[in-house]
């Protein structure tokens, strides 16, 4: 039974799909103003994790991510550079793109664009408006929170909290700020970016436009939404209120929410310097593989501390557990306990579930693992491992690596491992020829290409400085 924390009602629920075998996902993506920063991405590791597990449990996921590419900063920074924001914005989104892949995080089935669906926006409106959730002021549309009875309740805001008529405008604002809220902003001066409306011209406001564009690719009713702690108010809340005001029926089933990213132990900011983009952090050197590693190795409802220590730790946890691997599938083992193994094997597959299952508790499931790599270790070098042990062993690593995705190396095709292996067998040759000036230089070349050689009694192995 999979187990999820809802936000909605703060308790660990069963999770049940509103469609057998089927889950509609949607997560918040970036607001593109400026590149993303590792914060950013600890979420969307998350929801990456939380995708493929789901995946792994048999279920077909169809993901939507949104990008917001109008909003009050982007048409400031726009302004401020004198370009359009079409083309403030596209660097920025491909830069996305380019991390993404970077750190291994699989693409959404679609990535809706809020400047594409102002027809959407637009209709959603008038349902809210036809329904009387909504009134205008000076050429912009406003939410009245006050006739929506359960506002507040994704947020744990007394109703005693509501500022009635009281009204914002901004993007952006704080729990302070309950009031009435923007849905359609008024076009204020002519250089500002604008669509013609039944509203007037202007443009949506940033709560709006995750409503239209995830009902759009999910509908009306689906079934989780996943985003940072910081999205819970006001912007999940008013997407709440926007879309069940609009349809009058549930919005979301699951509600997910990951912790805060701290760098160093502290808050990031800009003032401190500490907002690390995935760009800055691989000039200084950093594998994205353990960046992603570090990123995912904690629970997602716990917060996480990013510094280069960690990540150095990440660093020899991934190679350990590709070290593994290589011994698995080097290792050719004769005789063994039969029932031994299958039971080793059978305990950690169900546990390394059990773990996931129970609110996506990536931290256990990787204590399992590595677990069952001490375990399995151990048999092989006492001769308890049997040959369709190790091959389900091997099965099972791979299996969990469709979760973790840290087992494949990234090389270049001068660097790939067909390469190496050859240089080994050269070397190999070299030895048992007595030819030990040539199979120190081999050693050599393969060491400057960042390949550390070992060798053992069942063969040479090698791996990655």
Not at 128 to 138: A, I, S, V
Not at 287 to 311: A, C, K, Q
Not at 408 to 420: G, Q
Request: with cysteine; hydrophobic share 35%; aromatic share 10%.
């Amino acid at each position: 039974m999979i187990r999820f924390f809802n936000t909605y009602g703060r308790k660990l629920e069963e999770f049940v799909p509103i469609r057998k075998g089927e889950v509609g996902l949607y997560s918040c993506g970036p607001t593109v103003y400026d590149y993303a920063h590792i914060g950013n991405f600890r979420a969307n590791i998350f929801t990456d994790v939380l995708k493929r597990f789901l995946g792994f449990s048999g279920f077909n996921v169809r993901h939507v991510m949104n990008i917001t590419d109008v909003e009050d900063k982007i048409i400031a920074a726009a302004s401020r550079t004198g370009v359009t924001i079409k083309d403030y914005t596209k660097k920025y989104i491909e830069a996305f793109f380019d991390n993404l892949n970077v750190l291994r995080i699989q693409k959404a089935d679609a990535y809706p664009r809020a400047t594409e669906h102002i027809k959407e926006m637009s209709d959603l409106i008038e349902r809210l408006e036809q329904k009387g959730f909504t009134y205008r002021r000076d050429g912009s549309v406003y939410f009245d929170i006050s006739k929506f009875k359960d506002y507040g309740t994704l947020a744990g805001i007394e109703t005693s909290q509501l500022k009635a008529g009281a009204r914002v405008d901004q993007d952006e604002y704080d729990k302070e700020n309950v009031q009435d809220f923007v849905i359609w902003k008024a076009k204020k001066t002519d250089d500002e970016p604008s669509w013609d409306t039944p509203y007037g011209a202007g443009r949506p406001g940033w709560h709006l436009e995750c409503s239209a564009m995830s009902m759009k690719y999910l509908g009306e009713h689906f079934d989780i939404h996943s985003g940072g702690i910081d999205l819970i108010f006001p912007h999940h809340q008013n997407e709440i209120a926007q879309s069940e005001g609009a349809t009058g029926s549930r919005f979301v089933n699951y509600w997910l929410h990951c912790a805060y990213l701290q760098v160093d132990g502290q808050k990031m900011s800009k003032s401190l310097g500490n907002t690390y983009t995935i760009n800055f952090l691989l000039e200084k050197g950093l594998d994205p593989v353990s960046i992603r590693y570090l990123l995912l190795s904690s629970h997602y409802r716990s917060p996480l501390n990013f510094t280069f220590e960690g990540v150095a730790q990440a660093d020899s946890a991934v190679e350990r557990l590709r070290d593994f691997k290589r011994r698995l599938e080097r290792e050719k083992p004769q005789g063994g306990d039969e029932g031994r193994t299958m039971e080793t094997i059978g305990q950690s597959a169900k546990a390394f579930n059990a773990f996931l299952e129970d609110d996506l508790n990536i931290s256990g499931a990787l204590g399992e693992a590595f677990t069952f790599i001490r375990n399995i270790n151990s048999m092989l070098d006492h001769s308890a491992l049997t040959e369709t042990g190790r091959l389900r062993s091997l099965a099972l690593l791979v299996k969990w690596n469709s979760i973790l995705d840290v087992l494949s190396e990234d090389t270049d095709s001068a660097l790939d491992s067909v390469w190496i292996d050859n240089m080994i067998r050269s070397r190999e040759e070299a030895r048992k020829t007595s030819d030990w000036a040539l199979a120190d230089r081999i050693r050599n070349e393969l060491l400057e290409s960042g390949i550390i050689l070992e060798d053992t009694q069942q063969g040479t192995i090698w791996k990655r400085k």
